[in-house]
Every structure is written in C-alpha cells, then in structure tokens.
C-alpha cells in the first residue's frame, strides 16, 4: 500500500526575480505541497500539471510519471536526499519554473524545453540531469551548476544565462551555445558534434567521460536517546562510519568528526556525511534534559506496519532487500514522556550492553527484542519478542512458448531458478526452504525437490495450465508458514491428434494422411481477405455472449458454433473472455486507460482464423496493445487501404515482440487525433489466446475480433486436417489423395484422428517410426519406396479426398459376363410368389421375410490367423460367423479368418 502525505502549506514560496545572481534561486523553500515518501508514489504530483499556480513539490524517493510533464505556472520542484524524477517529456509551456535538484537525479527519456525567461534550473551536491534525446532553453532562462552533471542524449542547444563551479557536460552530438554559457565553471566536457569554442575551454574529454562526478552517500540517520537525566549524557550514533561531522543548532562541533558523539547539552543535533566531495546532512535529533524516568514494566505492543504482522509478532524483510529496517516501527502503548523511547535488543532482559544502536539494518532470520527505555533514569520495561524473517521471493514461471505434447509429456526447466531465499538463488536440492504444492489440482505436474525440474505427465489433455506453489523459511524457530512466498507455474499442453509423437503445432500432417495441413485447408492472408469478400469473415459482437451495452469486466464463455452452421453448443467455437468491456451506447469491444487488458482464449474441434483490430483513432501518445498470449506467430496486416503503420522517427513508434504488438503515437498534442492502423491476423490452427489494451484517455476506444473456420467440407465438426474422410464417401483421405496408394499400405490409426461423420479410421502411419521427426516436414509419413505422386518432403495433393461425387475406394467395374443360373431350393415367412425363387439368379438357397433377419453364429472373436483360445479352435474351411470384437462377418478360407468386404473382382486393390 502506498501512503501519500500532504502537508498544509503556511506560507508560499516566491521565486526571486532574475535579476538576483545565478545562486538565488537555489534556495529551497521551507515548506512544500507534497513530500513523496515511498518508491514510484507520485500521489498529488498530478498537480504540477494542473491550471493551480506557485506550488512547491519535494522528491525524496524515486517518482516516475510515464507521460509528458508540463508544470504550472510558479511551479518549484525540488528533487534531494538521492530522490529521483522520471519523466517522458517536459516543457515549460507555463511560466517561472524552477527545477532544484540537492544531491538529486532529473531523468528525461526524450526532450527536455525551458520555453520562459523566468525558468530556472539548480544543480548542487552531486547531482546529475540526464536527457535522452535533445535539450533547448530560451534567452532568458538561467542555470547553475556545482559538482554535478548534465549528459544530453542528442543535442544541445541554450540561450541560457549559465553559471557554476566544478560540472561536467556530456552531448552526444551537437553543443550549440549561443548565448550566456562561461567556460569557467566547467571542469571537464564533451561534444561527438559541433562544439562551443573558444579558448577558455578546458581540454576535451573522451566520450566515456562521465558527467555525475559524484554520487551524494546516503542520507545519515542518527540513533540514540533523545533526552537525558540532568548531569548525565547521551551517545549519538550516525548511521555513517566515516566522513562525518557533527553540528549542534547548526554550529560545528570542533572535533566531532568520529561517528558518535556524547552529548552534555540539551539541543538540536544533526551529522554530515562528506563522501568524495558530495554530502548528505541527517535530519535534526533533538536532544533534551528531563526529569527521570517512566518506562513503565508493560512490554511494547508493536502496532501494525509495512512488512510487520501483529498475529505473528514477524517482521518479513521484502523482496529486494536482504536486511530489515525497524525504525518505522512503533508502539501503541508507549508512555507519555518524551524521555522514552523504543529500544531494540539482541537478548531479554534489555540492557545497554545487548541494545541495538542501528536498527536499519538487521538480518533475518533473527530473534530481536522491543523495550520501552527512559534515558533520564536509565531504565527499562520488558521486552517484546519479534522475529526478523530472511527475505523469501517466489517467482512467476511461464513455459506458456515451450508446448508440452500431449501422448508424450516432457520436462520443463528448475521452478526455483528465479526464486531466492535471503538475496540468494534457492539451493537445490531444497534445503534452506520448504516447498508446498497450494493448487496443484490435477496432479499432471510433478516437481523434483532435488533438480526443481517440472515433469508434465503423458496423459495430461490439452489445455493451459497454472498451479500455485509456495516456499517457506525452514528455520525451527520461526513460526510455521510464518515466512512464505507463493508463486504460479503456468504450462501449455497441445494435442498429438495422430498419435505420432510430433503435438499439433509443429506436425505438417495432423491426420498422418499424407496430404499437407495447408493442402487439406489453404491459410493465407489471401484466404482471410477472400474469405471477407464473400462474406465468411464473420464479427464477434458482445451480443454474442449476451453482454449489454457499458458492461465492464466482464468473465463469460460461449459456444459460438451456430454461428457459424454447426448444432448449437456442439463445441466447434468456443470462446472464454477475461476483463472484457462494451462501449457505453454500442454493441462494440470497449477499452481504455486504466483497464485491464481483456483476454481471448478460443477453443473448439474447429480453427478458427481471426482478424484482431485496434480502433484507428489515435490522440497524443496514444499506445494501443494486442497481446499475443500464447506467443504464436501472427501476420500484420498488409491488404490494400489496410496496411499496417509503420514506424516513423518522431511520428510513431512499434513494440513487436512475439507476446506484445504495440503502436504508439509520438504525437503529444491531445486535443485532436491521428489515425494508424493496427490489425494483425492469426491463420494458425488449433487454439489461441490473445487480448486488447490501450492507454487511451480519451472518448471511447473500441477493439474488433473477426473470424473464419478452417475447412470441413463435409460440415460434420472434424476439419479437414483431423478428417480421414473429408468428403464423408466412405473413402479413406489417404487412399483418395493424389497419389498411388494402394488399400494394402493403409493402416490404422492411431490418435484421436477418425473419419468424422463415417466410421473410417484408416491413414498411412499411426506411430513415431514412421513419420518424419524434425525439419520442415515434421509429422509427415514417409515411404522407403515411394508410390506414385508421393514425396516424403510435400506428401500427395488433395486428390479427390474433398469431392464426394467420386467414390475411389469402392468398385465400380462392370460385372464378368456369363450366363445366370436359376436358384433352386427357397425358404420364406411369405406367401410364395410365383417363379420364386427360380428369378433370383445365381444362388443356391434364396431367404425371404420383411420382418424377420437372418442370424449366422455369434462368437466373441476369431483370429486372422487360428489359435487355441479363439472362439473356434478347429475351423472348417467355408465356415461362416459374426466377430462380435471386430464387427464384421468372418468366413473361413482354410488358413485364415477374414472379413468379408466390398471389393473389385481384380487384386489390385
């Protein structure tokens, strides 16, 4: 949680007019607007940018505003104490700023404009100005610098007044000085361009010279007592080991230059820390005489705080650090005078032998104790026991871009690799933390505590899948779970359909057909752009999963399949969104600054092919995101009158990584907009995971998703690239493709892969060994001698595998001539018919019933070649049965059982 403190201004502080000398307008003022008091808060800073004049600020920590800054009219920013202020841009489009920076950073990314003659800029006590890209200032402007920097990324060009002693300037390419600047104060300097001359210049420097000639230690801190008993003393403790210098109401103490001093006297005492010719000056310890002493005999009761639990009495050192800072620690229960004060100690009871003189730095995992002491009487309470916890971090893991195949499983790499334990990576095997599996439901993941490996399971379906852990301290002192660290492990499964070992999304052929996925289904950028033409480009609206309009963050999943012809819910689209948002008065994909962005996770036994757009309208530096989630390649847009933008220097700028598709508009006027493009197009099989973002202020900005199916071309729910028989005739893909494959090279499948909407399950390869493993032709089957029309590297065509109208499997030869003859013997439930059954040609018994069927034997299973534990151990040749395993009719031959099939009178089939 971030805590902002606004402090009430008494009185205001005016900028001195220009024509006081260069060093008057350092002074800082003695009371500010804002103080920022935690890393990155920036809290009322906002105001800078406000229509509200002569305001103060202070920043004493790093502060970051990722936008353009433009201060107010009579604006003071004073950055000190090694604060920070990063920034985009600034310009000074209002009058009188001033910029203070006492052992401060200003850090410009791009440029940095004084546009009035009342701004101003102060640098002192090793401060440094870094700018990115150019620096202009205005006749008129002033600028002191002593023992500081200023380093300019590009150019630098000033109408300035300015002044200094002991500075370093560093340009990278043009130092155009017109007007004001001395060459007196400047210690060391360089320019890769055009360069002021002049011979009162010093020596040029080399490139690599560093502007910041020193770095302000860090900011003093002084412990010990606040007051003491009347004829006694108090040892003050800075926080610093060396370079100090103590001062008493802002007088030097002669001598008092070690890190403590004892103080007789009642008053204000404060230290200066010199390093390397930059200072840091503490803030004031006040130092009183009392009467003696109330420390009372209670314990501390130590209120919440950051990193501190009540419950548990442990303080967790955060992530980042590897000591423990105590001093923001207090008690409720701390007697009224002033003469008491919280002490920290290594052992129970408090004494001044164990007491703690620097509490701003103590490692874990350690035992401390809390006291109450008066320092007029030199007393003690009892103690509070804490316990300091080392710092424990879990992190995040993601193998989302390295697919596990389902079939196959795989190992993923250490879990722990990006987890430390006191500032140090966790050891493996696992010995300084406990490891505790939170959500790890199902179990198709399984950690190695002695590799911190992850082995997914072969059986695991596909899908993403995200799993909680945590590590613990395992310090028997500690409480248990006292010190703990939870982290998600994120993985993706993708399907083998064939059963081949080679998953989905690097297999060519996912049906081991022969026949290429791209043959069996084209996906193009030209096939998206006919498939809008003919209107099969379709819009997913929210009114598709029944959202209304000004519906925000919203979590819905819907199965979309009739949309696109298929049986409600049969599960050919379906679409799952996360943090998704409608236009307030239009049923249209809403975003905006401040919104999480949406997430689109799409699945189905059909592809589908999506065009994903962000709204053109772009205001000044505007930045619109498509989230590539599962990081699979996605194409730009590149059809006529929808070309994707470009970057270009000044004007727009592009993120594009595998996971992140960014424009932004360089732009910064706001009160208008630019447009651009943004769309991008996902042709790949299978499923995808993908959302919107933008960092847009202004209007209502809005998204678009479109989409098309892969091929089915006999609409029964199995595309093509899954189909063994596309067209539904019966007819294996594989035998009706291009090639001359015979029915004997056909096999059956392996896989998930079957014949859709008929009961075909034949292919060319149902197994690792027979499909190529890697190159351009992964999963493709290979033939040591090729059948006609077949390549190992390309497969065979399409054949007629898509066109119903032909039948290649069955035979349609005309039967041998010869002459009938009449069947002879009948049986028949009817009454007979005359000439029956000589008029049925070629048989010998001739069966009749319209309500009757006729059954041959049942037996559970007769193998192609004979055994002993068939249903049948000693055949006859002709007998005749029904397999009920193999469901088909068996005859007999004298060798071998086999079913009875359609077939050609030849054998070449």
Not at 86 to 96: A, E, G, I, R, Y
Not at 130 to 151: C, H, P, R, V
Not at 481 to 492: E, G, K, L, Q, W
Not at 523 to 548: C, Q, Y
Request: aromatic share 10%.
């Amino acid at each position: 949680m971030k805590n902002y403190i606004y402090l009430l201004i008494f009185s205001l502080f005016l900028i001195e007019s220009t024509s006081l000398n260069a060093q008057a307008y350092c002074t800082q003022p003695s009371s500010y607007r804002y103080t920022s008091n935690a890393n990155g808060a920036w809290g009322s800073v906002w105001a800078i940018n406000s229509s509200a004049t002569n305001y103060t600020y202070l920043i004493t920590h790093r502060v970051t505003y990722s936008s353009d800054l433009k201060p107010n009219s009579g604006s003071v920013i004073v950055i000190k104490n090694g604060g920070e202020l990063v920034l985009n841009q600034m310009q000074t489009d209002n009058p009188s700023v001033t910029i203070i920076l006492d052992g401060g950073k200003l850090t410009i990314t791009q440029n940095l404009q004084l546009k009035n003659s009342g701004d101003r800029i102060c640098a002192t006590n090793g401060s440094c100005i870094t700018i990115g890209e150019d620096f202009q200032s205005l006749s008129g402007s002033q600028m002191y610098f002593a023992n500081s920097g200023l380093k300019v990324g590009e150019n630098l060009q000033t109408n300035s007044t300015v002044t200094g002693t002991n500075y370093k300037i560093w340009v990278r390419e043009n130092f155009q000085n017109t007007s004001g600047w001395g060459s007196s104060g400047v210690s060391a300097w360089y320019a890769g361009g055009s360069n002021p001359s002049g011979s009162s210049w010093p020596s040029e420097s080399s490139s690599s010279m560093d502007p910041c000639i020193c770095t302000p230690p860090p900011t003093p801190t002084i412990s010990g007592n606040s007051s003491f008993c009347s004829g006694g003393n108090v040892v003050l403790t800075s926080s610093a080991s060396s370079g100090n210098q103590w001062y008493v109401g802002g007088s030097l103490i002669s001598g008092a230059t070690g890190s403590t001093y004892t103080a007789t006297t009642a008053g204000n005492y404060t230290v200066t820390v010199t390093t390397n010719g930059c200072s840091s000056t503490s803030a004031v310890k006040a130092v009183a005489m009392t009467v003696c002493c109330q420390s009372g005999t209670t314990a501390p009761v130590i209120n919440s705080a950051t990193n501190f639990t009540v419950v548990n009495s442990a303080y967790n050192i955060p992530c980042g650090s590897t000591t423990a800072n105590l001093s923001g620690l207090t008690a409720s229960n701390k007697p009224s005078p002033s003469t008491v004060t919280l002490t920290w100690h290594t052992a129970t009871p408090a004494t001044t032998a164990n007491k703690i003189t620097n509490i701003t730095a103590l490692t874990g995992t350690t035992k401390y104790y809390a006291a109450f002491f008066d320092s007029v009487n030199n007393c003690y309470s009892s103690t509070k026991e804490i316990v300091v916890y080392a710092p424990i971090c879990a992190t995040d893991d993601n193998y989302i871009t390295t697919p596990i195949t389902h079939g196959v499983g795989g190992t993923l790499p250490n879990i722990f690799a990006n987890d430390t334990y006191n500032g140090s990576v966790v050891s493996l095997p696992l010995s300084t933390v406990g490891f505790k599996e939170v959500l790890w439901v199902n179990m198709y993941a399984q950690v190695s505590t002695t590799n911190g490996t992850l082995y997914i399971t072969p059986i695991t379906p596909p899908g993403i899948y995200t799993y909680t852990y945590s590590i613990t301290d395992k310090d028997t002192d500690g409480i248990e779970d006292s010190n703990i660290s939870y982290a998600t492990v994120t993985f993706r499964v993708v399907p083998d359909s064939d059963g081949d070992g080679i998953n989905d999304e690097l297999d060519v052929d996912d049906d081991n057909d022969g026949i290429l996925d791209t043959a069996e289904c084209s996906n193009t950028i030209t096939d998206m752009a006919n498939a809008f033409s003919s209107g099969r480009l379709l819009n997913i609206a929210p009114s598709d999963f029944g959202l209304v309009v000004n519906a925000k963050n919203q979590d819905v999943t819907r199965d979309l399949s009739s949309k696109f012809g298929y049986p409600a819910n049969s599960g050919a689209v379906i679409i799952s969104l996360k943090n998704a948002s409608v236009h307030p008065s239009a049923d249209a994909w809403w975003t905006k600054n401040g919104q999480q962005p949406s997430v689109w996770n799409v699945t189905g036994t059909m592809s589908a092919f999506f065009l994903m757009s962000q709204n053109t309208e772009y205001y000044g530096n505007d930045s619109k995101t498509i989230h590539i989630y599962d990081a699979q390649p996605v194409i730009p847009i590149t059809l006529p009158g929808m070309v994707n933008q470009t970057a270009v220097p000044g004007q727009w700028s592009i993120i594009d990584t595998s996971t992140q598709k960014t424009l932004t508009d360089l732009n910064s006027n706001t009160s208008n907009n630019e447009y651009g493009n943004w769309r991008f197009a996902n042709m790949n099989f299978g499923s995808k995971i993908f959302g919107f973002s933008t960092t847009t202020a202004f209007a209502d900005p809005t998204y678009a998703v479109s989409i098309y199916l892969e091929c089915d071309t006999d609409n029964d729910g199995v595309p093509n690239r899954l189909d063994l028989d596309s067209d539904a005739d019966g007819c294996a893909d594989a035998f009706e493709g291009g090639a001359d494959i015979s029915i004997s090279q056909l096999v059956t499948a392996g896989g998930s892969v079957y014949g859709g909407s008929t009961t075909v399950d034949k292919n060319l390869c149902a197994s690792s060994s027979c499909v190529s493993p890697s190159g351009t032709n992964i999963g493709l089957p290979q033939f040591s001698t090729l059948p006609s029309g077949y390549s190992n590297t390309t497969g065979q065509t399409v054949g007629d595998s898509q066109n119903a109208a032909i039948k290649g499997c069955y035979c349609t030869q005309p039967p041998s001539a010869g002459t009938s003859q009449a069947t002879k013997v009948g049986i028949s439930v009817q009454q007979k018919q005359a000439a029956w059954p000589e008029n049925i040609p070629n048989g010998h018994i001739a069966l009749e019933s319209k309500e009757k069927g006729f059954v041959i034997t049942r037996v559970p299973h007769v193998s192609f070649v004979p055994q002993a534990t068939d249903s049948i151990a000693n055949p006859f040749a002709g007998m005749l049965v029904y397999d009920i395993q193999d469901a088909c009719v068996k005859l007999y031959n004298g060798i071998n059982w086999n079913c009875i099939k359609r077939s050609c009178n030849d054998t070449s089939n």
